[in-house]
């Protein structure tokens, strides 16, 4: 009997702790701490019918150890305050709307189930709940305010739903365990915030809506597990560092959006970035864009560009040739290809005016350069510093060399020949050269990624992507006959060659 009894009170008290840990409510709005009668002993509560900030600040003020809430059988319903404010200096709440800070810095709080009609979560109302692993429930969310996850480290589980209209400032920043982002089925997104998701480490992927016309400064910076993106076509307006220190990123497409300029420091010190789309729309490389992308080989940049902002390429020290600058870019920033060691040419188009500061200091492995700019660019400060500039050579037009030999900073070059000479023909075993008639007949033993054709004043004639290894280039309409021939292969080699065309 006495084992009997000892039985049955164990059993009562396990459930006597079962009822304090898990509260169940059902309430008018206002009506929380009334139902609780000042018992907060609880682990999670359920509360069904409705409620506003009232009963949110109820919470707020009596119960932030609590580590599970339901609020799917509720709603949320607006209130106006005359006389006090709550959750800060607010007086406003509007109804289907988690309130602001509502469950800051709540540290226990791991789920949360949200009324399935709520469509706005405030600024704040989630931050540093570094335990919250899942959010579920709500199906019409149109709106995440600034700061609303902000350091939720372990949250995993969220539902973005088609709704979803605007992701605020730091709105997941610092959520390292999300692990993917896909917001493809979110037609009406059109904003993505700062830092809006910004060192979400353990993010694999990230998937954007067509419609999405704006992401902010550092919207998915230190995103360090992302390895490819598509950027989509309605964007229009990016702010600066969006990708920056994304050091698993590989690939980017931006082919199909519409943005003008590429901001500063956009791909900054993606280590492992080595395949760049961008769009022919773009007008600049913006300051340090591209900085410190130690793995990048080579670049296409559309013909539409004509500025490289400082340091834009500064530190990509895998680069084979710095030739990619199309016809029309006009100046050249500080720095701009700071201690590129591989490269073993450089060309500097024709239209260049100025050169910044330091531009090419670093570029030991440079040893020729071309300039196909009759008078030669301004130059800023030690342009061609740190470089053994005297042991290179400069390739000029024939009518130029004594005004290059005449210039300071151009003259230290070593050698400045003039660049017509087919005597001066570079030769290269795997890319084959000739001429039928007035067909250039180009014959490589690797597949041709990129074939570029120039007269020997830079003006580019010709280009194309073929992916093959044989290209005839019909030269009946270019004049004169030496031409400047680029050809880079799938490999990741780039041979320049000078060509004469000899009609008999």
Known sequence: MFRKTISFLLVLCVAIVAVAQNKTVTIECGGLEKALSGDYSFKSITINGSMDVRDFVCINNHATDIESIDLSGCSIEMYDS?????????????????????????????????????????????????????????????????????????????????????????????????????????PRLSYIGVRAFAQNTQLASIKLPAQLSTIADAAFAGCSGVESVVLPTGLVNMGEGVFAACTQL???????????????????????????????????????????????????????????????????????????????????????????????????PRTVSYIDDHAFDGCISSDIFYSFREMPADLGEMVFANMDVEQKTLNVETVSVPIYESMEQWNDFGVINAATGVD?????????????????????????????????????????????????????????????????TVDGRQVVLKVARVIR
């Open 82 to 186: 005359r006389d006090e404010q709550y959750l800060g200096i607010h007086t406003h709440f509007a109804a289907g709307e988690i309130p602001p800070s509502a469950f800051l810095g709540f540290t226990r709080l791991t789920t949360v189930k949200l009324p399935s009609d709520v469509r706005s979560i405030a600024e704040g109302a989630f931050a540093g709940c570094e335990s919250l692993v899942s959010v579920t429930g709500s199906s019409s969310i149109e709106h995440i305010g600034d700061f609303a996850f902000s350091g939720c480290v372990a949250l995993n589980e969220i539902e973005l739903p088609a709704t979803l209209c605007r992701v605020g400032d730091y709105a997941f920043d610092k959520c390292a365990s999300l692990p993917q982002l896909d917001l493809s089925a979110c």
């Open 250 to 348: 590989v690939s980017v497409d931006m082919s199909q959006c519409t943005v003008k300029d590429l901001p500063a420091w956009t791909f900054s010190a993606c280590t492992l970035l080595s395949n760049v789309e961008l769009p022919e729309s773009l007008g600049s490389i913006g300051e340090g864009a591209f900085a410190h992308c130690i793995s990048m080989q080579k670049i296409a940049l559309p013909s539409s560009v004509n500025t490289l902002h400082d340091f834009a390429f500064a530190g990509c020290c895998a680069m084979k040739a710095l030739n990619f600058m199309p016809e029309g870019v006009e100046s050249i920033g500080r720095y701009a290809f700071y201690h590129n060691t591989t490269a073993e040419y450089t060309v500097i």
């Open 424 to 488: 001066e023909v570079e030769v290269a075993d795997d890319v084959k050269v000739v001429f039928e008639n007035y067909t250039l007949k180009v014959v490589s033993a690797q597949e041709i990624e990129d074939i570029r054709l120039f007269d020997i004043s830079g003006v580019m004639l010709y280009m194309a992507q073929p992916h093959t290894y044989n290209v005839d280039i019909d030269t009946r309409a270019y004049a004169n006959n030496i031409y400047l021939l680029q050809v880079a």
